[in-house]
């Protein structure tokens, strides 16, 4: 049974940084390529980083590029977002989604908030 399980949102001010965490289990994560994707009030999602099954590759949009770190450790099975110099426009609910390699349909974790303000 595949489950994602996000940790790590909070209220921050600009400038701060934090990371948000994904714990999956039922799966491995090598079989996956991974990413978070973010969605604000009235704005579509937008992915902000991906990370291939093998770890050796990421992509990030120009929005977030050089502010945004993602990351997976396949022993503990846990997908990483990193976030600096955080900007109010960085609000939003964050997901962390896999894809499995080669086939078959992506699993969603619940969302987590991240507010930048003050």
């Known amino acids: 049974q595949l489950q994602l399980v996000e940790s790590g949102g909070s209220l921050v001010q600009p400038g701060g940084s934090l990371r948000l965490s994904c714990v999956a289990s039922?799966?491995?994560?090598?079989?996956?390529?991974m990413g978070w994707i973010r969605q604000a009030p009235g704005k579509d999602r937008e992915g902000v980083g991906c990370?291939?099954?093998?770890?050796?590759?990421?992509f990030y949009p120009d929005s977030v590029k050089d502010r945004f770190t993602i990351s997976a450790d396949f022993t503990l099975n846990t997908l990483y977002l990193e976030i600096k110099r955080l900007r109010p426009e960085d609000t939003a609910v964050y997901f962390c989604?896999?894809?499995?390699?080669?086939?078959?349909?992506?699993?969603w974790g619940q969302g987590i908030q991240v507010t930048v303000s003050g």
């Open positions: 990370i291939n099954r093998r770890g050796d590759f990421t």
């Open positions: 989604r896999f894809q499995p390699y080669g086939y078959g349909t992506p699993s």
């Open positions: 039922g799966l491995s994560l090598d079989g996956y390529d």
